[in-house]
């Protein structure tokens, strides 16, 4: 028998074994992934898992509630229209801050995290998804109740109340302090009310319909010396030719969109002066009082002046008076509308539109 063939039981055994290194090299990593990946770690599965981490909206707003929470806020609204869609964040925790908080949350790793200013007051969250915006939202950092302003030249607060929708808030025209009333046109009550107004020497706006004849609208509120205007133009309706009215009538245009209505530097250029609204009172969608208060007296001090609209109720009495009060007390001037447009209504607008 010759010495130097192999036996069959070696050559199963020689098989056997390349079979085992065979499943080892070529199948490993395919059947036993885990185990693989722990023992040989190669760049394609560290990226394969940072696909797989990329949150979801629920994480992102999970993270973004706790930062705001364990900084001592409250909890963050949920997003919606308006004012109250905005995130105030609480003393302390300044936007930046927030931006490194987010980012070094380990639900939140190696994904793109923003946070940069909108205007004066308002900054931007942004977390992406690759190229795509996964979550956005407004920011508010802390606001002081009284902020600080040159003694010397103390900014100007303009208080608008709105009379249409009911005239309890009638009472206002006895007030001392100047302000203005909102009135609708072809409203039943709106020639009387107009009357009333100018005998107690207090302002009247008049609330266009931007889709209704604006020389008309004007006929029908006398004594306005301003105009209210809280949507966009349509299409249909030129700029230079809505214009055109409010330049003869020599009225002051009020800007009540959230995010502005018109470019400002086109209405000034026409020659009418142009005011923006700081915010809101009584909103249900509102921060409440204390921020809604703090939040005119801010932007006053930003812009120079702080226009600020109230409903003709109750509640927003109560709060129209609680803020001249405690601006006067801070050294705020409080004027009339038309006033506040000679004042502002051509300059360049400060913060952004």
């Known amino acids: 028998m010759n010495g130097s063939a192999v036996s069959p039981r070696r050559l199963v055994v020689v ?15 395919r059947l036993l992934p885990e185990l693989w990946a722990s023992l040989f770690p190669t760049p394609i599965h560290s990226q394969l898992v940072t696909e797989r981490a990329t949150p979801d909206l629920e994480a992102v707003s999970l993270s973004l509630d706790q930062a705001v929470v364990a900084a001592g806020g409250d909890l963050p609204p949920r997003p919606g229209m308006g004012e109250g869609a905005v995130i105030p964040l ?12 987010l980012r070094a949350d380990p639900r939140l790793l190696g994904v793109p995290v923003y946070v940069t200013r909108a205007d004066a007051l308002l900054w931007n969250l942004r ?4 190229s795509e915006l996964l979550f956005r939202r407004e920011l508010r950092p802390w606001l002081p109740a009284s902020p600080p302003h040159p003694p010397g030249n103390p900014p100007e607060l303009i208080v608008l109340i709105d009379l249409r929708a009911s005239d309890v808030g009638r009472r206002v025209l006895k007030w001392k302090s100047p302000l203005a009333v909102i009135l609708e ?41 301003a105009v209210l205007v809280e949507d966009k133009l349509p299409e249909s309706v030129a700029l230079d ?5 409010l330049l003869e009538a020599g009225v002051t245009l009020v ?27 009584a909103r249900t969608d509102g921060a409440g009082s204390g921020a809604e208060l ?15 609209l109230a409903p003709g109720t109750e509640d927003g009495l109560s709060r129209a008076e609680e803020l001249i009060k405690s601006s006067k007390l801070d050294g705020l001037s409080v004027v009339f509308v038309e006033e506040a447009g000679r004042l502002h209504g051509l300059a360049p607008l400060l913060g952004g539109q």
């Open 15 to 29: 098989l056997a074994l390349c079979a085992a290194v065979w499943l080892a090299v070529i199948g490993g990593e």
């Open 90 to 101: 609480p003393r302390g925790l300044r936007p930046k801050e927030l931006e490194k908080l």
């Open 127 to 130: 977390v992406f998804a690759g």
């Open 185 to 225: 046109p072809f409203a039943p009550p709106t020639l009387r009310l107009a009357r009333d107004a100018a005998k107690a020497s207090q302002a009247v706006v008049c609330a266009l319909r931007s889709e209704e004849p604006v020389v008309e609208q004007l006929q029908a509120v006398p004594h306005a010396s």
């Open 241 to 245: 030719a809505f214009l055109a009215p």
């Open 255 to 281: 800007d009540g969109c959230p995010r502005g209505c018109f470019d400002a530097a086109q209405v000034q250029k026409a020659g009418v002066p142009l005011l923006r609204t700081a915010t809101a009172l």
């Open 294 to 308: 703090a939040l005119a007296r801010n932007l006053a001090v930003q812009w120079g002046y702080g226009l600020v």
